[in-house]
């Protein structure tokens, strides 16, 4: 039996824990019927693991490994430390890392193949040192060994499961030493947290602005006749109605027209009409019940009789219908009609036609349809500006971006072009995210967007560069002037050039504007006149606007920056680990000098992030509680992009998700929401004890409709359950037994599940109150999760 005490000492000599071994054995006398062999493996003072090899019988011996005691850590192992056991046992199990991938993935799999392997070698000892002795024939310990081996495999096979099992949900404990007083915390800034608003993913041309109808001007084919007239579809065949484009508009801008000849035979048009219908951005959503006001312009060389409807995705049911009929001489010159169309039915593919039964001609331009239902009137879709609203953003940063610069100049967006009635707007081309915009959705509408939002508005400018080319900062005055007549038209007076544009427009007071990014992402070693550009818009817009804050694209987070500036912007795309990992990016910038402005972040990577699930938004929430502790020194935060349009993917993920006619939040906009009462609160100071690699936790201090509130929160972004346990010191008197009031966590069953339409709440906040009793400030941080508290 000593070489079964041998065997068995030299396994446990591969299994991470030699220098703490302790072997015990007793009645090793092979005179005695009943022995027992008892091998404790010692780590840090406790016990991990013991393999007991008891002797029954003469001629039943069982092997088999008992568990440690359910406090003490389980060793991991890896296939390697099966070389350790004897040769029999390698042997017996050489093919156990490759039958199944369970085993491959799980260290309790792996454990369980080495344990197996050893109680064979075990066996297999006992089986040769007994035969040595000649208890009992080769053939009854052959039956004995085969029947042993597999119930001790079945047993620790069990044992490993529960191991497993224990292990994924072991409670971790750390402690959060925060000092409660609000004379030691520091105020945190009231802009920090705010949104980024880009042209992307459709995000506002078939998204948060409301105009039905896609490419409403027919602009978007280009200036060169005749065109396409793309979404725009024709109803009918070539041998009833001709459609074409050309430069008749009466707009100086946007010249080009529709023309649309009507030739049907001698017995007439079909009873439907022929005519163009547009789907607008993949289906117009059509409410019963709600209006939808129809502005065009037309003109004819003889009476026109059209019909303008509202139909199905097909064209066979009427929605809403109304007629324009009027004489040769009503409409020989352009001439704007609009209606108001009441839906009798609901659809969210629905489609605008124009049709008519009369032959002739015909010219259509500016055709818009609005919904009369938007937030005050100003052309915002309701639910998607809900979805702002709900994250109480303190600032909103736009119109980009890479949008602000287009791949080329040309192609840039030129806040001049569009302002004024939206009729005169020509459009331009996105040539970065590959789409046409009327431009509906403005500069004015901008900061309306912002007022409504109640967000200071933050306004990208370009600072002559795009993607492909770059102004020399000799030549870069017409750019600087630009700025200065937007800044003027943002805030100047009525009477003003510009702000008189702005007053014509509805909006005679001046919009709020205190900040002003030059550029976007242009302090790249390939712009090498960006530093120059920057100097010269900075010096110009500080002569006339003293008070405003000027953002730089240069980092300055880990050495100063060389040039003036209020702000720096920071930008930061990683996989989530990496994102979350992080979360210590400002301990160390300098407190001095300008203040960082992290306008872009979130967590992007195929094989991780996806299209936005948890392990995403979890990556996102420690990289924003470091932010929240930096506050300090970053003064703004956004993450990036805020929509997109799922029929036009341009970019993943994305905070808010949507169609023509629903919607939903990524994980990643659900985080946001946990900061709503960060901006303008006092950050206390906290210290983490324990293991806390994978926390991350902040408290700060709030006010809410007259009470005073204390705010926990804290990521757990490990597979282990955390027992996070809260000391305060500082407290007021009157508030030493205080007690969580809300408690709300983030999580799901899988890091990588992810919301959709068929599923838009499967990962959301769940939220209850009066969580904990008074005094008692224990929380249990569930696995993958984010967790709020006020106490």
């Known amino acids: 039996m000593l070489e079964v005490v041998s065997s068995v000492a030299?396994?446990?000599?591969?299994?991470?824990?030699?220098?703490?071994?302790?072997?015990?054995?007793?009645?090793?006398?092979?005179?005695?019927?009943?022995?027992?062999?008892?091998?404790?493996?010692?780590?840090?003072?406790?016990?991990i693991y013991s393999i007991n090899a008891l002797n029954f019988h003469p001629h039943e011996t069982v092997v088999s490994e008992a568990a440690a005691p359910a406090s003490a850590p389980h060793v991991a192992n890896s296939m390697g430390s099966a070389s350790a056991a004897p040769p029999v046992a390698n042997m017996a199990f050489a093919s156990c890392n490759s039958q199944s991938k369970a085993f491959q993935e799980s260290k309790s799999a792996k454990d369980f193949c080495v344990h197996v392997s050893s109680n064979f070698s075990i066996i297999m000892q006992m089986y040769l040192a007994m035969m040595d002795r000649k208890w009992c024939s080769l053939t009854f310990l052959t039956s004995i060994c085969l029947i042993l081996f597999l119930l001790g495999s079945y047993a620790a096979y069990e044992h490993f499961r529960r191991v497993d099992a224990r292990e994924d949900n072991e409670k971790h404990y750390v402690t959060l030493q925060v000092e409660a007083s609000n004379a030691t915390g520091r105020p945190i800034p009231e802009t920090l947290f705010g949104i980024f608003f880009e042209e992307i993913n459709h995000a506002g041309a078939g998204g948060l602005w409301a105009e039905l109808v896609s490419n409403r001007g027919f602009e978007a084919g280009g200036q060169i006749i005749p065109s396409s007239i793309w979404p725009w579809s024709i109803i009918g065949d070539e041998s009833t109605i001709s459609v074409v484009t050309d430069r008749s508009s009466c707009f100086e801008r946007n010249k080009i027209a529709l023309r649309m000849e009507v030739f049907c035979n001698s017995s007439g048009c079909p009873s439907e009409g022929v005519g163009v219908y547009n789907p607008g951005y993949w289906g117009m959503n059509?409410?019963?019940?709600?209006?939808?006001?129809?502005?065009?312009?037309?003109?004819?060389?003889?009476?026109?009789?059209?019909?303008?409807?509202?139909?199905?995705?097909?064209?066979?049911?009427?929605?809403?219908s109304e007629q324009i009929?009027?004489?040769?001489?009503?409409?020989?010159?352009?001439?704007?009609?609009?209606?108001?169309?009441?839906?009798?039915?609901?659809?969210?593919?629905?489609?605008?036609?124009?049709?008519?039964?009369?032959?002739?001609?015909?010219?259509?331009?500016?055709?818009?349809?609005?919904?009369?239902?938007?937030?005050?009137?100003?052309?915002?879709?309701?639910?998607?500006?809900?979805?702002?609203?709900?994250?109480?953003?303190?600032?909103?940063?736009?119109?980009?971006?890479?949008?602000?610069?287009?791949?080329s100049l040309s192609n840039a967006f030129h806040w001049k072009e569009t302002v004024g009635a939206w009729e005169e707007r020509p459009g331009h081309f996105g040539d970065v995210w590959n789409y046409w915009t009327d431009d509906g959705l403005g500069q004015f509408e901008f900061f309306q967007l912002a007022e409504d939002l109640g967000a200071a508005p933050i306004w990208v400018l370009n600072s002559g560069m795009s993607h492909n080319d770059q102004v020399e900062t000799a030549r870069i005055m017409p750019f600087v002037q630009e700025a200065l007549d937007g800044i003027e038209f943002a805030r100047g007076d009525a009477n003003s050039t510009w702000g008189s544009v702005r007053a014509a427009m509805g909006h005679p007071t001046p919009f709020d504007l205190k900040y002003v990014a030059v550029g976007n992402e242009d302090c790249l070693q390939k712009y090498t006149y960006y530093k120059g550009n920057y100097l010269v818009f900075y010096n110009a817009i500080k002569k006339a606007y003293p008070d405003i804050k000027i953002i730089s694209n240069c980092d300055g987070s880990s050495q100063p920056l060389d040039h003036p500036a209020d702000y720096y912007d920071f930008h930061v795309y990683k996989p989530s680990k990496e994102l979350f990992s992080m979360s210590h990016k400002f301990d160390n910038t300098s407190r001095d000098g300008p203040k960082a402005f992290v306008s872009e972040y979130a967590?992007?990577?195929?094989?991780?992030?996806?299209?936005?699930?948890?392990?995403?938004?979890?990556?996102?929430?420690?990289?924003?509680?470091?932010?929240?502790?930096?506050?300090?020194?970053?003064?703004?935060?956004?993450?990036a992009p805020l929509f997109l349009n799922t029929n036009d993917r341009r970019w993943l993920p994305d905070a808010i998700v949507f169609n023509s006619s629903h919607l939903y939040g990524t994980p990643s906009y659900w985080v946001q929401q946990f900061f709503t009462e960060s901006s303008g609160a006092t950050l206390l100071s906290s210290t983490m004890e324990g293991n806390s690699s994978y926390v991350e936790a902040s408290a700060i201090s709030f006010q809410s409709n007259g009470s005073d509130y204390i705010q926990i929160k804290a990521v757990n972004f490990a597979n282990v359950t955390v027992e996070l346990k809260v000391k305060m010191t500082g407290?007021?008197?009157?508030?030493?037994?205080?007690?969580?009031?809300?408690?709300?966590?983030?999580?799901?069953?899988?890091?990588?599940d992810e919301n959709s339409f068929s599923n838009p709440e499967m990962i959301t906040?769940?939220?209850?109150?009066?969580?904990?009793?008074?005094?008692?400030?224990?929380?249990?941080?569930p696995p993958y999760s984010f967790s709020l508290f006020d106490i």
């Open 603 to 639: 967590a992007k990577s195929e094989t991780d992030a996806n299209k936005g699930n948890l392990l995403a938004a979890l990556g996102e929430a420690g990289f924003l509680l470091g932010l929240e502790k930096n506050s300090d020194v970053v003064g703004m935060v956004s993450y």
């Open 765 to 781: 906040p769940q939220e209850s109150l009066g969580v904990m009793p008074e005094g008692n400030l224990t929380f249990v941080l």
């Open 731 to 752: 407290l007021d008197s009157s508030n030493t037994k205080a007690s969580a009031k809300k408690k709300k966590v983030l999580t799901s069953a899988s890091v990588m």
């Open 325 to 407: 009929i009027a004489l040769a001489s009503e409409v020989s010159k352009w001439t704007k009609k609009e209606m108001l169309l009441e839906a009798n039915g609901t659809d969210d593919g629905a489609r605008l036609q124009l049709t008519t039964t009369k032959n002739g001609s015909i010219w259509f331009d500016q055709v818009s349809a609005m919904p009369v239902d938007t937030y005050k009137g100003h052309g915002f879709r309701n639910d998607l500006f809900q979805m702002m609203v709900d994250l109480k953003p303190r600032f909103i940063r736009f119109p980009g971006g890479c949008y602000v610069e287009g791949d």
């Open 286 to 320: 059509i409410e019963e019940g709600k209006k939808y006001k129809v502005t065009l312009y037309v003109r004819s060389t003889g009476d026109i009789d059209v019909s303008v409807s509202l139909t199905s995705s097909n064209g066979s049911l009427t929605l809403a």
């Open 10 to 47: 030299s396994y446990l000599d591969h299994r991470n824990c030699s220098t703490e071994v302790r072997v015990g054995v007793h009645h090793l006398d092979d005179s005695q019927q009943n022995k027992s062999f008892t091998f404790k493996c010692h780590r840090d003072g406790n016990e």
